[in-house]
């Protein structure tokens, strides 16, 4: 581990001098390249700068345990190895948690797709309440959440929203949300009192860069139509609301949360290449990891991730059997406990992995 601590500091210094040159600084997005791989190192150098540390005066109490006669001495050497030994053991995993490989997507930003599945118009209320818990969430952190396009549901909510989301690790602590969440709660339009079960998907998708998606505009229609508000009715009586085809793959997206055509183009080509992105992704990952299979899922949107009771105010996380009971706290944003447990598991499995691909 020492070897591999090592090779990441001289990186470290070599990114810390790059970032300095002018010729750097000029390139933004090379310069926003570095400056990103310089966070990442950096919290990784900080650690192996403590357990460099660490080391020394375990190896210094050691020696004076060798070497002193004095029994007081020796007593408080003794003392400070049995404090500073299982320090070592505990920041020793730190580090292999830092070492971890991540998915290079965590630090993107993404396009959220929220839609209204099975349960009718409670469905459609269902996902307006996902919708404002993740606009919850994002406001925590600091996020910038911007509407692409949406569909009202007749008695409130969505039948589907699409989001464009913002700002750090959006794509690493969102990802774990893909998926179909269910709710179980009385709707407003039940008379009986009875509880219903109706769901919502979730699409996760990172956003792609320029140089990994290039789509050839020859093959993408571009239809232009007014927008409409709720119930159908026209808010825009000039063209500006913009619907791309992307022929070879299928994939329709549109947007007309603008008034202006050419900025209704622009949000709805960038979630047009999020989603041939995930389409390559999906490809990509299948063939390199066809037997992987974590407690996590695949976060395909077929799988039932979640579950919000209602009349016992508990959410269930089926991936990993993580239980709350708190859920007005959580539809209003609180969804931190969950990802974290999520990201626990899933660095276990990926650390798992790399030991076994180490051994192999």
């Not at 959006?170 to 990802?175: A, D, E, R, S």
């Not at 079960?197 to 860069?209: G, I, Q, R």
Request: charged content about 30%; hydrophobic content about 35%; overall charge negative.
């Amino acid at each position: 581990m020492i070897e591999k601590l090592e090779e990441i500091k001289l990186r470290f210094d070599e990114v810390a001098h790059l970032i300095t040159q002018p010729e750097q600084m000029a390139d933004m997005k090379q310069y926003a390249k570095l400056n990103k791989e310089y966070k990442e190192l950096d919290r990784i150098v900080v650690q192996y700068k403590l357990y460099k540390d660490l080391l020394g005066n375990i190896e210094s109490a050691k020696e004076l345990l060798r070497t002193e006669k004095d029994p007081d001495f020796r007593e408080m050497a003794k003392a400070e190895l049995e404090t500073l030994e299982p320090q070592q053991s505990q920041m020793e995993d730190a580090i292999r948690n830092l070492l971890i490989p991540k998915d290079p997507n965590d630090s993107k930003d993404i396009i959220l797709e929220i839609r209204a599945g099975t349960g009718g118009e409670e469905a459609a209320i269902f996902a307006g309440d996902l919708f404002r818990m993740y606009q919850r969430f994002a406001e925590k952190k600091g996020w910038k959440m911007e509407t692409i396009d949406y569909m009202d549901g007749a008695s409130g909510g969505y039948k589907e929203i699409v989001l464009a989301v913002a700002g750090e690790d959006v794509y690493g602590m969102l990802k774990y949300e893909a998926g179909v969440h269910r709710v179980q709660r009385v709707p407003a339009t039940e008379t009986q009192g009875r509880v219903h079960t109706s769901a919502a998907s979730v699409a996760v998708l990172p956003e792609a860069d320029d140089v990994e998606v290039q789509i050839n505009m020859s093959d993408v229609r571009k239809d232009t139509f007014c927008s409409s508000g709720p119930g159908g009715q026209s808010v825009n009586t000039t063209y500006s609301a913009i619907r791309l085809t992307h022929i070879p793959t299928g994939v329709v997206v549109q947007c007309q949360d603008e008034k202006s055509q050419i900025k209704n183009f622009e949000k709805a080509f960038k979630v047009l290449k999020a989603r041939i992105y995930e389409i390559e992704l999906a490809k990509h990952n299948e063939a390199i990891s066809a037997q992987r299979k974590t407690m996590v899922g695949s976060g395909d949107r077929s799988d039932k991730i979640r579950t919000y009771n209602y009349p016992q105010s508990r959410v269930t996380d089926h991936r990993i059997n993580y239980t709350t009971h708190n859920l007005p706290a959580v539809m209003d944003g609180s969804i931190e406990e969950f990802i974290e447990e999520l990201r626990l598991v899933d660095n276990a499995e990926r650390l798992k992995e790399g030991i076994a691909a180490k051994t192999t």
